[in-house]
């Protein structure tokens, strides 16, 4: 029994596994259209800081019914859960603080390299986090890469690099409001943090038996505090002016969800599978990518392209 059981969990776990990685390829591709069309489109613009904090309430709504199904859709036993996990262990809540912090950073960054580069470019640079990945993966994890994988990263900055460089003399076509330099700049910083955020939530995560749903709310009570008090330091005036939901629309909340699904997403690859074959599979949004591109309509921006 004990013997069936184990396997049925480890095919479980490897269905998990899979079915992870291609939902989050798909939504990687669909987010970096979605994002920067959202920025790039014709009307009111929404204030970025107060979407990233909105993704962060939807994701944390969504982990509460998910460990409030997992309780057997009891809410005594649902609020048992949680306060048992994250009232009463506070020093173990307060380490998700760090990742919580850095991934509210990564995503202000990547809605100003999404206002600043086109959709193609914009998802090759991003791609370096899985350099930055497996980077920190070996300082602080201890694994260990072959020389085929050490080569496949540099052919990846190799490739980052010539798509950097072709862009440079396009600099001058683009538009008044747009710098190549700040937005690779945002996406880079984007990729260092993304990789040691998500090299430190893999070793939380693996490290102890609490579930993915209650970290990831764990994640968002930590970072919607954060997120609001950014929005408001940053954008406050802004805010102040045009209120706090300015320039939202269907289109803007189905981004906001997005982002959302694709911070869930990122958390049960990380525990069934590994940072690094996260960021190979997320790779593959790129050819998504390349393949759904379109001209765009506006004759202010360029039009999409595949480097």
Same mark, same amino acid.
């Not at 994701?59 to 994250?86: M, Q, Y």
């Not at 201890?142 to 990263?153: A, M, V, Y």
């Given at each position: 029994?004990?013997?069936?059981?184990?396997?049925?969990?480890?095919? !479980?776990?490897? !269905?998990?596994?899979?079915?992870?990685?291609?939902?989050?390829?798909?939504?990687?591709?669909?987010?970096?259209?979605?994002?920067?069309?959202?920025?790039?489109?014709?009307?009111? &613009?929404?204030?970025?800081? !107060?979407?990233?904090?909105?993704?962060?309430?939807?994701?944390?709504?969504?982990?509460?019914?998910?460990?409030?199904? +997992?309780?057997?859709?009891?809410?005594?036993?649902?609020? *048992?859960?949680?306060?048992?996990?994250?009232?009463?262990?506070?020093?173990?809540?307060?380490?998700?603080?760090?990742?919580?912090?850095?991934?509210?950073?990564?995503?202000?960054?990547?809605?100003?390299?999404?206002?600043?580069?086109?959709?193609?470019?914009?998802?090759?640079?991003?791609?370096?986090?899985?350099?930055?990945?497996?980077?920190?993966?070996?300082?602080?994890?201890?694994?260990?890469? @072959?020389?085929?994988?050490?080569?496949?990263?540099?052919?990846? @900055?190799?490739?980052?690099? &010539?798509?950097?460089?072709?862009?440079?003399?396009?600099?001058? *076509? +683009?538009?008044?409001?747009? *710098?190549?330099?700040?937005?690779?700049?945002?996406?880079?910083?984007?990729?260092?943090?993304?990789?040691?955020?998500?090299?430190?939530?893999?070793?939380?995560?693996?490290?102890?038996?609490?579930?993915?749903? &209650?970290?990831?709310?764990?994640?968002?009570?930590? *970072?919607?505090?954060?997120?609001?008090?950014? +929005?408001?330091?940053?954008?406050?005036? &802004?805010?102040?002016?045009?209120?706090?939901?300015?320039?939202?629309?269907?289109?803007?909340?189905?981004?906001?969800?997005?982002?959302?699904?694709?911070?869930?997403?990122?958390?049960?690859?990380?525990?069934?599978?590994?940072? @690094?074959?996260?960021?190979?599979?997320?790779?593959? +949004?790129?050819?998504? !990518?390349?393949?759904?591109?379109?001209?765009?309509?506006?004759?202010?921006?360029?039009?999409?392209?595949?480097?």
């Amino acid at each position: 029994m004990t013997s069936d059981t184990t396997v049925k969990k480890e095919g !479980t776990n490897q !269905t998990l596994k899979y079915v992870s990685l291609v939902t989050l390829t798909g939504q990687n591709a669909l987010l970096g259209l979605s994002m920067r069309f959202a920025r790039t489109r014709p009307g009111d &613009m929404f204030i970025s800081t !107060t979407a990233v904090f909105m993704a962060e309430i939807v994701k944390l709504v969504a982990c509460l019914l998910l460990v409030w199904n +997992a309780e057997g859709r009891s809410l005594r036993r649902g609020l *048992s859960a949680l306060d048992s996990t994250i009232v009463k262990q506070p020093i173990d809540t307060l380490k998700v603080c760090v990742p919580s912090f850095v991934y509210l950073v990564q995503n202000n960054l990547l809605y100003v390299a999404a206002s600043h580069l086109d959709v193609a470019t914009y998802q090759i640079t991003y791609q370096l986090k899985i350099l930055t990945t497996a980077v920190f993966a070996v300082t602080m994890l201890g694994k260990k890469l @072959i020389p085929t994988q050490w080569g496949s990263l540099v052919l990846l @900055i190799a490739g980052v690099a &010539m798509v950097q460089l072709s862009d440079v003399k396009e600099q001058k *076509s +683009a538009g008044p409001e747009q *710098s190549k330099f700040i937005g690779f700049s945002a996406a880079l910083t984007a990729c260092i943090l993304s990789g040691f955020a998500g090299v430190y939530f893999e070793k939380i995560l693996k490290g102890s038996d609490v579930s993915v749903w &209650m970290r990831n709310v764990q994640l968002a009570m930590l *970072s919607i505090p954060l997120g609001l008090l950014t +929005a408001y330091a940053k954008d406050g005036e &802004m805010i102040a002016q045009k209120r706090f939901f300015h320039g939202y629309d269907d289109f803007v909340w189905f981004t906001v969800s997005q982002n959302a699904l694709g911070g869930l997403l990122v958390a049960v690859v990380v525990k069934y599978a590994d940072n @690094i074959l996260k960021g190979f599979a997320c790779s593959l +949004a790129i050819i998504i !990518t390349c393949i759904a591109r379109k001209p765009e309509t506006n004759n202010r921006h360029k039009a999409w392209r595949c480097s």
